[in-house]
């Protein structure tokens, strides 16, 4: 039930129509950051940061991350996001594709909210039009990712070395407390 819930709320970001704009004011982490290339406008705070430390607690990529991040940020720096999970700071991840663009923490609510209000002024079918010509290129190779990852997930999640990774990574953030 659950690997069904999150295969449909990864697709809804892939099939959405309008134009998906995100701010991030803080960490984005394992699918927070994942999804990302799924947006069409990522604006971070210079203190944002983002990482997948998926290996970390026994996880395979998801979010269609496998796809989208060797495309963005080319295969070196996706795979040592991906295995090693890597943080990128957020002038990091501008630089290599995964951010729109970085705003200063003192400046970032006021920055982010003049570009939404540009937006808004645009017309609506201009936008979703745009965003068709722009992202139905990759959308059956998306969606085709979600499930190999989610197939990937459901092996994972149901192999007992899977599940003591988990518990092993759960039992060390709780000691660390």
């Known amino acids: 039930m659950f690997l069904f819930l999150f295969r449909n709320f ?23 950051a994942s999804i990302l290339p799924l947006c069409d406008v990522v604006w971070a705070n ?25 495309r963005i940020m080319g295969l070196a720096s996706a795979n040592e996001m991906l295995f090693s999970g890597r943080k990128l ?22 920055e982010v909210m003049v570009r939404i209000k540009e937006l808004v002024t645009c017309h609506s079918v201009v936008l979703e039009e745009s965003k068709a010509l722009v992202r139905n290129i990759m959308k059956v190779e998306l969606e085709q990712a979600n499930e190999k990852e989610c197939e990937v997930l459901k092996k ?6 899977g599940m003591d990774s988990m518990l092993k990574y759960l039992q060390n953030r709780i000691d660390e407390f």
């Open 156 to 161: 994972i999640w149901g192999s007992a070395q």
């Open 46 to 70: 210079e203190k944002a940061w983002f990482q997948t430390p998926y290996t970390t607690f026994g996880q395979s990529p998801d979010g269609c991350s496998s796809l989208t991040f060797p």
């Open 10 to 32: 990864v697709n809804t970001f892939i099939q959405f129509k309008k134009p998906i704009i995100v701010a991030v004011n803080g960490p984005a982490i394992g699918l927070g």
């Open 89 to 110: 700071t957020a002038q990091e991840a501008c630089a290599k594709g995964l951010v729109s663009q970085v705003f200063w923490p003192g400046t970032f609510t006021q």
